[in-house]
């Protein structure tokens, strides 16, 4: 089927140049829609999409005619207008059709497919390739080129190649990734950008470390130390992870709190009051030396969680007194230090918190703020590039809920989908 489209002022004035081009009998109606609202000065422009077999009868393609008046908007309101306009086009084509996406195709019962109509197949797969043309051509009008890369990007890797860029994803990590990807890569899967799509989605998974949430053992308790700069929401943090471990696992832990952020007055207020609703016991810590005895007051507990002062990263002072704590000859436990920062900075502050915060031994990593930000790829980047697994991703203010277990498979979604909550 041959699919032709026909303009004109009114939807009956388009209806009358298809008869005049094609036999009418002989044509399906697909849709009609307006493509230019009528305003001062321009008249509307309305547009029909006909089919025809394409051996049913010869036809002329029709021209616009009418010239249109000059565009002077820059290039890439342009193009962004022309890919709207495609993919407009092409999901309106595969509604009408009903077409499935091809990794659903397979749920289709051999039933179904016996009684389709060879037209309606047909269909099916000329939208299909449709659809992979049209990503080729939205892809052209991205001029972010891969410099490090031997050899240019195939065509029908450009829309992976743009998502996982405009992630905030370290580029020489990409081009790595890219390069494995086309090398490996078998031939048979590149067939359309749904099959390259789920493979790099694989591959990155696989990338991601993760540390996968585990109950303290007969005998022991876990101890476990939030750090990281100011306003990253370690504290908020600590109440999430003492609601979890009172109330949402399958026991219910007896969980203590130590403070060590004195400097923050309203913090230590904030950790207290959550303390007092889900009746925890608390101690605050002003100097290193009390650190030792303010664990050893909390030995009934089974998760004893450290809340510490916030600190910028090139802030030595603060750091050094963290460490101080951790480095006591009276510590009886191993102390898990989990490093908390933002999701919503770029790539290289990321790793310059990291480098600054490394002489605390950081054991995994906690990223906050997920709901603020469109890009991922930068925690992606530094989870590959320090091979620090992931624990925790917070993604909201709501204690407990907005919580969850690091998954590498979330995260992926997040980097080439975007955020979604009720995935989390």
């Not at 009114?10 to 002989?26: G, I, W």
């Not at 949402?248 to 207290?272: C, F, H, N, P, S």
Request: proline share 4%; with cysteine; glycine share 4%.
């Amino acid at each position: 089927m041959k699919i032709l489209t026909f303009t004109g002022r009114t939807p009956s004035e388009a209806l009358k140049k298809a008869k005049m081009d094609v036999n009418y009998s002989q044509m399906l109606h697909i849709d009609t829609k307006e493509i230019q609202k009528k305003s001062l000065g321009r008249e509307p422009i309305y547009e029909i999409v006909m089919g025809i077999e394409g051996d049913s009868a010869s036809h002329n393609t029709y021209q616009k005619t009418k010239s249109s008046p000059k565009d002077e908007r820059p290039l890439t309101q342009k193009s962004a207008d022309v890919l709207y306009d495609i993919s407009y086009a092409a999901k309106q084509i595969s509604k009408i059709a009903d077409v499935k996406e091809p990794m659903y195709e397979h749920q289709e019962s051999k039933s179904q497919m016996l009684f389709e109509p060879k037209e309606l197949k047909e269909i099916k797969s000329e939208i299909a390739k449709l659809g992979d043309k049209v990503k080729v051509i939205q892809n052209m009008f991205w001029d972010e080129k891969a410099p490090n890369l031997e050899s240019h990007i195939p065509s029908e890797f450009a829309e992976i190649y743009r998502l996982a860029s405009q992630s905030g994803m370290n580029r020489e990590h990409l081009d790595g990734i890219m390069r494995m990807t086309l090398e490996h890569m078998p031939f048979r899967m590149r067939e359309n950008s749904a099959t390259i799509k789920r493979y790099f989605q694989t591959l990155l998974r696989k990338m991601v470390p993760i540390r996968l949430e585990s109950a303290p053992s007969i005998g022991n308790k876990k101890v476990i130390m939030l750090v990281g700069p100011t306003g990253v929401g370690k504290t908020t943090s600590v109440a999430k992870l003492a609601a979890r471990y009172s109330y949402l696992m399958q026991k219910k832990y007896k969980v203590g709190l130590v403070v060590l952020d004195t400097y923050r007055i309203g913090a230590v207020e904030q950790l207290m009051q959550y303390a007092r609703m889900m009746k925890l016991g608390i101690e605050t810590v002003v100097d290193p030396i009390d650190f030792a005895s303010a664990l050893d007051s909390l030995r009934y507990c089974d998760y004893i969680l450290i809340d510490t002062m916030g600190s910028s990263p090139y802030d030595r002072t603060k750091i050094e007194k963290i460490y101080e704590c951790l480095d006591g000859n009276d510590i009886k436990y191993n102390i898990d230090v989990v490093l908390v920062m933002p999701s919503s900075i770029k790539y290289e502050d990321l790793k310059a918190t990291y480098e600054n915060f490394s002489s605390l031994n950081i054991d995994t990593l906690m990223f906050t703020k997920l709901d603020e930000t469109r890009g991922f790829g930068n925690i992606f980047s530094l989870a590959y590039e320090t091979k620090k697994p992931i624990s925790y991703f917070s993604v909201g203010q709501e204690v407990p809920e907005d919580l969850v277990c690091a998954s590498s498979d979330f995260l992926v979604e997040c980097l080439l989908n975007g955020f979604n909550r009720s995935k989390a």
